[in-house]
């Protein structure tokens, strides 16, 4: 395993050129390389602003970066992501990149951004299905990998392998939530065929119950950087509190390359000195009918069993605004004989009056259940938000967006008065 550093940041920005120097993170690149950049932005919010920290890469991060190679003699640097399209809320990568000031990056070094969503992909084969993966980060002489220490409630942690899930076109990042295959093994997958140079995960802030903006951030102040994306992984998973052998991805990678789970030689700040523990699932209710939230605003009588790996990030972030909408609209009234579904495996038991069906997958895989009542479809791949309002509204749902704001607004009062959150890290220098 390569060498892994971790260097405290402290909002001095040189930190982040040394925690590269310390891995000799550049000694594989040539001036002339064509350099591919991949932050986390894995979505978008240009309707309720959201706290960024821990889900989407800083600015500051991406900065440095550029200006590390622009000063080794690279023009040729890109930077590439494939955020999540959802037009009910304007998250798409342009929005991201907007967003997140990367035009003044583009203006200052000349650096190029790229939509994978917009395409060319490559169909890369491995051997029991194909992923269409974006030629840019397929064909670039450098990838530098730029993720988030972030906790993800399916695989655990996303770090570096889980970030290069952004280089596929929409419809594989779907399929890579399979009935049959587990995300975990999508991912291992992945990892071999796209090989960062350089790994550099951005700890400044850590994510808990992530990936999206209702996860828990905390200031961890970390840089951590290897050539190894495996070795940086490992580090951040332990770093984040995990034995990596608890990883599916980690675990099958260190398998099929005949690899240890144990961190090799770390630089810098000693892993077991800022270890931040961070919890990664949502709690469901033991009877599994809804998230424990349903029992602290009073909710019965709705089964809304938890999601599964299934449900891709699209539907995953708004079945958060489902349930938000729910319990907007049902505190403490009860209310009985409604269920909610939603992904590829789940099938109803029946006992419910209406059976809500979210999304294009729930819909698909309950079209023959005989022991449904009334079937609702929520349609959508997913669904949009308007249309997830407008359908419960019809069936006497008073589903409300007011509670949506009202909960975003929350979520921004988590980090209020907190010197240590620093918004300014997700601008670009003045
Ligand atoms: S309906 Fe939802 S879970 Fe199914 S493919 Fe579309 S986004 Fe994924």
């Keep these: 395993m390569d060498k892994v550093s971790v260097i405290r940041f402290n909002n001095v920005r040189e930190n982040i050129a040394r925690a590269v120097e310390q891995v000799n993170g550049l000694a594989s690149l040539r001036p002339s390389d064509h350099i591919l950049l991949k932050p986390n932005l894995v979505m978008w919010d240009n309707v309720y602003p959201f706290p960024k920290y821990g889900v989407l890469t800083s600015t500051v991060l991406m900065e440095e970066m550029v200006r590390l190679l622009s000063d080794y003699g690279c023009t040729k640097i890109s ?4 955020s999540i399209i959802d037009r ?5 990568t342009k929005a991201a990149f907007a967003g997140l000031g990367y035009h003044k990056l583009r203006e200052k070094y000349g650096v190029k951004l790229i939509d994978f969503n917009d395409g060319p992909f ?3 084969d491995f051997n029991e299905f194909s992923l269409d993966i974006s030629a840019h980060a397929l064909e ?5 990998n730029l993720p988030v220490l972030k906790t993800h409630n399916s695989t655990k942690v996303s770090l570096g392998f889980k970030n ?5 076109a929409t419809r594989s990042k779907m399929f890579c939530h399979h009935v049959e295959r587990t995300l975990d093994d999508f991912i291992c997958h992945i990892g071999e065929k796209i090989r960062p140079a350089l790994t ?3 700890g400044i802030y850590a994510l808990e119950k992530g990936p999206v903006i209702n996860g828990r951030a905390y200031r961890t102040d970390l840089i951590i950087a290897s050539r190894d994306m495996f070795a940086a992984d490992v580090t951040g998973a332990r770093i984040l509190g995990f034995d990596p052998a608890e990883i599916g991805y980690l675990r099958e990678y260190a398998n099929r390359h005949s690899l240890s789970l144990h961190s090799g030689e770390t630089v810098g700040e000693k892993v077991d000195d800022v270890v931040c523990k961070l919890q990664w699932d949502w709690t469901w209710l033991e009877d599994n009918s809804g998230p424990e939230a349903f029992a602290r605003q009073g909710i019965t009588g709705i089964h809304f069993p938890k999601y599964d790996n299934t449900i891709c990030s699209g539907c995953s972030y708004l079945n958060n605004y489902l349930l938000v909408t729910l319990m907007g609209a049902y505190a403490n009234k009860p ?3 409604i269920e909610f579904l939603g992904g590829k495996n789940c099938r109803s038991q029946g006992g419910a009056d209406k059976t809500f069906l979210f999304g294009k ?3 698909h895989a309950n079209k023959e259940n005989p022991v449904i009542k009334e079937a609702v479809p929520i349609r959508g791949c997913p669904p949009d938000k308007d249309k997830i309002i407008s359908v419960l509204r019809e069936h006497g749902i008073e589903a409300d967006e007011n509670a949506y704001t009202a909960y975003r607004a929350g979520l921004f009062k988590r980090y209020e008065g907190r010197a240590d959150f620093q918004e300014d890290h997700f601008n670009p220098s003045k």
Excluded: P
């Excluded at 930077?79 to 494939?82: F, P, R, W």
């Excluded at 009910?88 to 798409?92: A, I, K, L, Q």
């Excluded at 290069?164 to 596929?168: D, I, R, S, T």
């Design 79 to 82: 930077i590439g992501e494939g």
């Design 88 to 92: 009910g809320f304007g998250s798409d």
């Design 122 to 124: 490559t169909s890369v």
């Design 140 to 144: 670039t002489d450098f990838f530098v």
């Design 164 to 168: 290069l899930k952004g280089c596929l």
């Design 200 to 202: 550099v995960i951005d």
């Design 335 to 337: 209310v009985a004989g």
């Design 361 to 363: 997958c729930a819909i």
